[in-house]
C-alpha cells in the first residue's frame, strides 16, 4: 500500500515538473489534429464560470494546445462513446481487448489502446502512462510488419 501511493506520487512529481510535458486540468478534448508526420494539437473544452464567483452559468471556453503526444486521462467512466460502431466494446463500456492477449492491439488493425480506455482493472493516470508506451511500441511494430520505415 504505502509504497506504491509514493512510487505513485513521485511519478506524478516528475510529470508536472518535467519541462516537455504540460497538464491541463478539467478540459475536454474536442479533437486531435495533425498529419501523417504525427500530432501537431489538441482542440479541447474548459469548462469556466460566469464572473469569478462560481455562481455563474457554465460557459466552455476553447482551448488549442500544441502537442506531439498526448494522454487522456478519462476519469473512471470510460469514456468510448466516440468509438461506438467503429472498435469493439465489452461490458462496462471499456474497449474489448480480450483478443489481444498482452497486446494493446483492439478489434481494429492498426489502433491501439492504452490506459483508461482499455483497462478496466487499474485505471489510474500512471498506469495510463506506461501502457501508452506500450501502446506505442506495439503502433510501431505494426508499422514496420506493414512496411513502413523512417
Not at 75 to 104: C, I, K, V, W
Not at 109 to 128: C, E, K, M, N, P
Amino acid at each position: 500500500g504505502g509504497i506504491k501511493k509514493k512510487k505513485s506520487r513521485s511519478l506524478a512529481t516528475r510529470v508536472l515538473g518535467h519541462p516537455n510535458i504540460a497538464v491541463e486540468w478539467n478540459v475536454t478534448v474536442d479533437r486531435f489534429e495533425g498529419n501523417t508526420d504525427g500530432l501537431r494539437r489538441a482542440i479541447c473544452r474548459r469548462a469556466t464560470k460566469d464572473g469569478g464567483s462560481g455562481q455563474g452559468a457554465a460557459a466552455d471556453a476553447e482551448l488549442t494546445v500544441r502537442a506531439s503526444a498526448a494522454f487522456v486521462s478519462i476519469g473512471h467512466e470510460p469514456n468510448t462513446g466516440l468509438f461506438r460502431g467503429q472498435l469493439a466494446l465489452a461490458a462496462g463500456g471499456y474497449l474489448d481487448m480480450s483478443e489481444a492477449g498482452r497486446s494493446t492491439r483492439t478489434s481494429v488493425a492498426g489502433v491501439f489502446a492504452a490506459g483508461d480506455l482499455a483497462d478496466h482493472q487499474y485505471r489510474q493516470a500512471i498506469t495510463s502512462a506506461g501502457s501508452g508506451a506500450q501502446a506505442a511500441l506495439d503502433a510501431e511494430r505494426y508499422l514496420s510488419d506493414q512496411g513502413w520505415t523512417d
